[in-house]
């Protein structure tokens, strides 16, 4: 498998994104926001479009609307102009339909679309691998400098809000690390199922994890074993990578969830 | 020089998204280091009335003050120690008393601070302080309601707050949890001297320890101490205008 290049770009930018998207997710699960991640994928989608329409690169536009949208919608949330679901509505329709109408000005409604949508490995090409590695470690660089801070939102949001805490700010910082995640994610697993892969590692974790910091850790392991595993099962059973991957990761879910029942009856 | 008191309202008028009056001016001192229950019915307004003390709303007409400065610009808010309703403390991940405490220590440190040794001392210190010295490592969601309880104030008190402020905290708590509650507010009150406002519709837990008693129904309707509240309004939920 990894005589091949495009297999070992693919677990290359596949290892940062198994780290990442779980390591972002594992907040916005917890504060029961584990939708947003679909809302700003849907508005990278737009990105995409733009980028097709503009000929420059699509990740780069995804990356910008991503951030936008993602800001945007803890905008609508924060200043209770929209309630959290109807924030994220509004974002994530109008993001796909300017998608769509993007799309079709720039005649590309065609199989290249589903590379973004779904995801292609063969499309990762060494450079994409730099820029990945280095964004995604910029954010994992953030995630470690601020998990208590995230932490003690997550643990008590009012309270922190009490004592000073700017958890405004630190709810800014989370959207724009889950667009960041994202549209580093297009390649791999495509912007339709990049928020599973925030979420169902995280899922799986909160039924076996013993506490916050365990659950984290193993959100990430979890999230980066999803990946290897549906990369290597897509290659050798010819099957689309996004959709191996989110399915290997539902499969977790399933298995931690036994997991964690078996754990409570023995308690 | 004139010491501010701790929370200090005048003609505070309030209503939520321009509907109907919660409450309607209303004045209230609290000296620092008094223990007071601000009591009354459900509906009444007494978790508006926190919440303006703490900033998270703006009163509609009049002023609100912490130790001097308007509730809202309060530069020390470090110093203020919350416990929100349990409700909205509904947790999924697992978490532990440690971590939960730890995380009160945040406001002092900033976001950017790392949990230092003294930071570690001082959330063993308040662990230690509410009794669950022994289940420091357990999960949260495995402690009793009131233990759950102690472990918030833990949190609180891991700031070293000057004002220690909780909304309804006998909630889904047993009577007999309710009674130690109580005995541990009042001792924190006496060996730490923190100012503590304790907001809920039953006051039967604190009634022994307070030293005033706010009945709030929209405006308030009798501050004093529990000794002479009228016996009829003993009963909260026969608080009358």
């Known amino acids: 498998m990894f005589e091949s290049e495009f297999m070992r770009l693919a677990f290359a930018v596949g290892a940062v994104i198994g780290v990442l998207a779980p390591a972002v997710g594992f907040f916005l699960v917890q504060r029961r926001l584990s939708l947003i991640g679909d809302g700003i994928g849907h508005v990278a989608f737009a990105g995409v479009a733009l980028g097709i329409l503009l000929d420059v690169s699509p990740i780069l536009t995804a990356l910008v609307a991503a951030v936008a949208g993602g800001v945007a919608i803890e905008w609508l949330r924060s200043r209770r102009l929209a309630a959290g679901d109807q924030a994220l509505a509004l974002v994530f329709y109008t993001g796909i339909a300017a998608g769509v109408v993007l799309v079709s000005l720039a005649g590309s409604l065609d199989v290249n679309l589903f590379q973004y949508l779904f995801g292609s490995i063969l499309t990762v090409t060494r450079q994409d691998v730099v820029v990945v590695a280095l964004l995604g470690l910029a954010g994992l660089l953030c995630i470690a400098v601020l998990y208590r801070a995230f932490s003690a939102v997550v643990i008590d949001e009012e309270g922190a809000r009490v004592s000073g805490v700017p958890v405004g700010f630190l709810n800014v910082v989370l959207a724009v690390l889950a667009a960041l995640t994202v549209a580093l994610s297009l390649q791999i697993v495509g912007v339709l199922l990049i928020a599973a892969l925030m979420v169902l590692p995280v899922t799986a974790a909160t039924r076996i994890g013993w506490s916050l910091a365990s659950t984290m850790l193993l959100s990430i392991g979890l999230g980066l074993g999803s990946v290897f595993l549906g990369l290597t099962i897509s290659y050798y059973a010819d099957l689309p990578p996004g959709g191996t991957i989110v399915l290997v990761a539902a499969g977790g879910v399933a298995v931690a969830a036994v997991g964690g029942a078996l754990q409570s009856s023995t308690r | ?241």
């Open chain 2, 1 to 241: 020089m004139q010491v501010a008191p701790a929370v200090e309202l005048e003609s505070v008028s309030f209503a939520y998204g321009g509907g109907e009056t919660v409450l309607r001016e209303v004045d209230l001192r609290i000296g620092t280091g008094e223990f007071v229950a601000l009591a009354g019915p459900n509906g009444g307004g007494k978790t508006t009335l926190l919440r303006l003390v703490l900033g998270l709303e703006r009163p509609a007409a009049g002023a609100v003050r912490l130790y001097g400065e308007p509730a809202e610009r309060f530069s020390a808010r470090d110093t203020l120690g919350y416990l929100p309703q349990r409700a909205s403390l509904a947790l999924d991940a697992p978490v532990t008393v440690r971590e939960i405490v730890a995380a009160g220590t945040l406001p002092a440190r900033g976001v950017f601070g790392p949990l230092r040794r003294a930071d570690r001392a001082r959330v063993d210190e308040a662990i230690a302080l509410v009794g669950l010295a022994e289940r420091t490592d357990d999960q949260l969601r495995l402690l009793s309601g009131g233990q759950q309880q102690r472990a918030m104030i833990a949190k609180a008190l891991a700031g070293r707050p000057r004002l220690l402020a909780l909304d309804e905290p006998t909630t889904g708590v047993d009577a007999e949890s309710q009674e130690a509650l109580g005995e541990l507010l009042a001792r924190l009150h006496d060996d730490l001297g923190v100012t503590i406002l304790y907001v809920s519709h039953e006051f039967g837990a604190v009634e022994h320890h307070v030293e005033r008693l706010v009945l709030v129904r929209g405006a308030i309707v009798f501050d004093g101490p529990p000794s002479e509240l009228p016996g009829l309004w003993h009963d909260p939920s026969h608080v009358h205008v």
